[in-house]
């Protein structure tokens, strides 16, 4: 295991399962509603039994810090276990034993606050103490940009319904992205059947984690599906690709779980998922808060964003007049600069998300009240910019 000596990971796995947080998916997620491990909430891979959960978490959190403190993301797993763990109980003292040899092993200073300002304490305007940015984390403007794109107009399955211009989506997209700086990995059905970017259900599986495991730490990874979608009986969302057959939907289809997953499982720590696709909408409480100063909140951002064309309810639409999905035409012409909130020469996921969320809206109204409407979920720090024009002309 990259990071942690064979015998430490051997120890904790055993300690972990040893735990009984780890019997559910609802368990696992209580211990990630304390504050210290909230910024993985919403991301923490879901598995369909203890040993599989316990597996997928250590994978999942040892590459993986808060944004605000550095601080590692297994080290504060083990921690909250231990101080959930009644301290008669032997396990209490070998979690904080675990989580000391994690921290040591995986190099990250496992501070709080309260130490930090205690030891660098700046004053800002109001008088109060502010921690030094330098002093608690390591940080850098996005240094890479890659983006996974996949199209599908037409399927095996003869029931599902043909759709028209996914495949010209991507292609636009493509050519969109890498006019901005992306490098891009795309994926759709007017390739010949033997190329390996065909996007059957293995094909696209196996690029996606080819991707992911090329990305640094400081890159943006953009992944984007232009395709049919389906609910499966359960409610969990599953895209349907060029081999997807319908009475075997839980196997051929691609759960967005997973796709979510494998994007977590990546050394960036900026990711966004796309997705042009009927029933693939998210519920969320509220977007990201507007950003105050451009170097803190813009340049350094980080986190995890999903844009859907439509909510879990809805069916995303295609225009014959623009010839493409509805979503993504305006996804493009956001990204082109219109979707550039303030005059600031770059485009973040908020300002893309605002756009294509008043256009939809708009088309609607003009279109008799046909509904469509983004749904977006976004969990991190900060807003990150998307397409960038202040070096260059739109």
Known sequence: MAGIPLELHRQLRKALLDCEQFESDGKLRS????????????????????????????????DKHRGDTQQNALVLLVRQLSELIDEDDERHQRFADLAQELENALGSKLTTNSDIQKTNPETNIRGNAQIRNTEIQERHPIKNRWAF??????????????????????????????????????????????????????NVEAELIQLC?????????????????????????????????????AKTGLPLAEVKQQMCSSKARRLVLTLDACHMGVETERGIDDPQFIHNVYELAEGFALIAASTAQQKARESPDQKSGLFTYYLLEGLSGKADQGKKEFVTVDDLKIYVLDSLRRWSVENGGIIQEPTAQTEGLGDIILADYRNSSK
């Open 31 to 62: 211990v990630f509603a304390y504050e210290p491990l909230k910024p993985w909430l919403k991301s923490l891979p879901d598995a369909d039994s203890f040993t599989s959960r316990v597996d997928a978490v250590i994978a999942f959190l040892r």
């Open 149 to 202: 794109l996949v199209g599908v107009n037409r399927y095996n399955d003869p029931s599902v319904q043909l759709l028209n211009f996914c495949v010209e989506d991507v292609v636009a997209l493509d050519e969109k992205l890498k006019a901005l700086g992306y490098t891009v990995v795309c994926l759709h059905d007017r390739l010949d059947l033997s190329d390996p970017r065909f996007p059957t259900r293995n």
């Open 213 to 249: 495991s090329m990305v640094d730490p400081d890159d943006l990874l953009l992944v984007h599906f232009s395709c049919h979608g389906k609910l499966l009986t359960d409610k969990q969302p599953v895209l349907i690709v060029r081999d997807t057959r319908l009475p075997t939907l």
